[in-house]
Structures are given as C-alpha cells and as structure tokens.
C-alpha cells in the first residue's frame, strides 16, 4: 500500500483566455464552445518553455516545503508526451538538476490522460516489489504544441501544466487501496498524432493544413481528435471500471466522499456524473482556468482541492484517469 504524501504544480506564466480567442475566431461559437468545455482559461507555454521546466518548478515548490527531500528519493517516473528531447529521458534530465543520487532509477512514460493513475501503478508496484521506499512521481506536458490554433475542437480545450507527487511506502493504513488499469488498443486511432514518429516522419506534406467539413483546421503532425468518438467510448467504459473496483473493494457509491476524474471536458464529466448518479457535492471539477491538463489534470485537481479543503485527510477519494490508448485507470484512495 502506498501513500499520496505531497502534491505541487506549476503552470506557465502565459494565460490565454476565451475573449483572447474570440478576436481570433470570431466566427466560433464561444458560448457553445465554453458550455461544451468548461474552459474559460489556460496557461499556455512560451516559446522554449518546456514539460520539463514545469517539472522543475513543481519540485522546488516541494522542495520549498520540505516535501521533496531528494536524499530519501529512490526512484523518478516522468510520464510526458512532450519530452525535451528524443534521447535521453526527461527523468534523467530531473535527475541530475535535483541533484539525486545516483542510485535512483529514472524513466519516463509516455501516457496521456491516464498517465497519473497508471503511474501510481508503477510507483506502487516498486514499493510493493522493495526497489523503492519513496518515488517521485511527475506529469507535465506542453500539449498545446500538438494543437493547431485553427483547430475549435481542441483549440479551446487544452492547456499546459505539470504537477510533482511524492509517493511513499504506507505506514498507517491509509493510502491508495487499491488501482485496475484497462488499455484498449483498437480504438488508438480516435485520439491520435498521425505523423512525426518513426512510423510516418515529418514531411513537407505532413505539415501541410487541411480543413474539415466543421471548419477545423489541422495537419497530420497536430492532434486528430474523434471528440463524439473517444466521448461515447469512456462513457461506458469509465463507469463499469468504477463499479468494478468498488465491487473489488466491498465499497459502494455511497462510500465514496469526493471523485476526481481527469478533467477531460465538462461534457465528458456530466456525462460519466450522470451515468453513476454522482452528488454534484461530491464531484470534483476544476477545468475553468486550466484547460484540459493531459496526465497532470487529476494530481493538480486533487493537489488544488487539498489546498482548499475540498479534499480532506480520512477522506475516501476515487480517482479515475482516461483518454489516449485508448487507456484508463481508476484507484481508491484513503487520504
């Protein structure tokens, strides 16, 4: 069992909000756009800004608060779609700016929307196997670099933030009781960036921009996104993990004091609200002025609802990632 022992974030100086984007387009609809969303906001990275400066600001605010304590780290997870460079990992990047020792394993992940929840996996499973005691667990993305500014469906939609977490061996019973990750592969095409990998390199043809039938504007090498699709998928995938794992446990709906899903979108969190017939007191949301945070979005919910009380130690707390994959994970969690 593993503790949640410590949450920081860091966002970019930079903020764009709606009315910024509407003298740009003033031909979309922002009221629609803002209702679908939620998104009134985001931090959006400067030029030369990367995951990894976020990453690093996120720590020295733990360090700041005498949470990080690099010297009893024993193990760095850097889950990102949005590394410094190809080779080597940003975690080893990390590594030697903290200034940790040279016995820590370090390695990144390469997960989206899920990536907070399956990385409390992986720290967990080194606990559990006694490779680690304490793992530094950090999600940062400047994803609004995969996102044409042409494109409404995600223009509106995304912003960029990291987020630090300390994960710890549990010595009082409480903590993350229980994590079930699912992967569905077959759906990889509905959130995905056909080109700039190994398997379609960047070409002239690759960048060039193409309008669809709604008017959004994208090339082979920014994010293609089957909104409705993804949406109708984690509809009833999301709900019958949840049900699964409180079945695992013996917990019911009613046992649950706050859920924290990854704030994908309004709309995809009314849907899965409705859906399990959550209390609105109980559902967390917190997408206003973030944007859509990739694998940072539930560690920076869950860290800000702290902060403000929202979430409060002996509490029962359900976390539920989704998204690129097309890949979920759902944990219990006893703060």
């Not at 209702?35 to 360090?63: F, I, K, N, P």
């Not at 390695?107 to 499973?125: E, P, T």
């Not at 800000?304 to 994959?325: D, P, V, Y």
Request: contains cysteine; hydrophobic residues 40%; proline residues 3%.
């Amino acid at each position: 069992m593993v503790n949640i022992d410590a949450i920081a974030w860091a966002f970019p100086v930079r903020r764009i909000t709606n009315e910024e984007l509407r003298l740009q387009h003033p031909d979309w609809d922002f009221g629609r756009l803002t209702t679908r969303t939620g998104v009134t906001s985001r931090h959006v990275a400067a030029e030369g800004e990367t995951a990894l400066d976020l990453a690093v600001q996120a720590c020295r605010q733990l360090d700041s608060e005498g949470k990080l304590r690099g010297g009893e780290i024993d193990a760095v997870i850097f889950c990102t779609l949005t590394p410094d460079y190809i080779v080597p990992p940003n975690a080893c990047v990390l590594h030697q700016i903290l200034g940790l020792e040279t016995s820590v394993v370090a390695f990144d992940m390469s997960m989206a929307c899920s990536g907070f929840v399956y990385g409390l996996q992986v720290a967990a499973g080194l606990i559990a196997g006694g490779a680690a005691k304490r793992v530094l667990l950090v999600n940062a993305d400047t994803y609004t670099r995969y996102i044409h500014p042409g494109d409404r469906a995600t223009a509106c939609l995304f912003g960029d933030g990291g987020a630090a977490t300390i994960v710890s061996e549990s010595t009082d019973g409480r903590g993350v009781k229980d994590i079930r990750c699912g992967t569905a592969g077959s759906h990889h095409k509905k959130f995905l960036i056909p080109a700039g990998g190994m398997r379609t390199p960047r070409t002239a043809e690759t960048a060039r921009e193409v309008t669809d039938r709604h008017g959004n504007v994208r090339t082979a090498e920014l994010t293609q996104m089957d909104g409705m699709g993804v949406l109708g998928f984690f509809n009833s995938t999301v709900p019958a993990s949840l049900r699964e794992i409180l079945s695992r446990n013996s917990l019911t709906m009613a046992d649950i004091d706050l859920f924290v899903f990854h704030q994908a979108s309004k709309l995809a969190l009314d849907g899965i609200q409705t859906a399990l017939q959550i209390p609105a007191e109980k559902m967390l949301l917190d997408i206003a002025e973030t944007g859509n945070l990739n694998g940072a979005s539930i560690p920076v919910a869950l860290g800000r609802a702290m902060q403000s009380g929202r979430a409060k130690r002996g509490q029962k707390i359900l976390l539920c990632g989704f998204g690129a994959g097309l890949s979920w994970g759902t944990a219990v969690l006893d703060l």
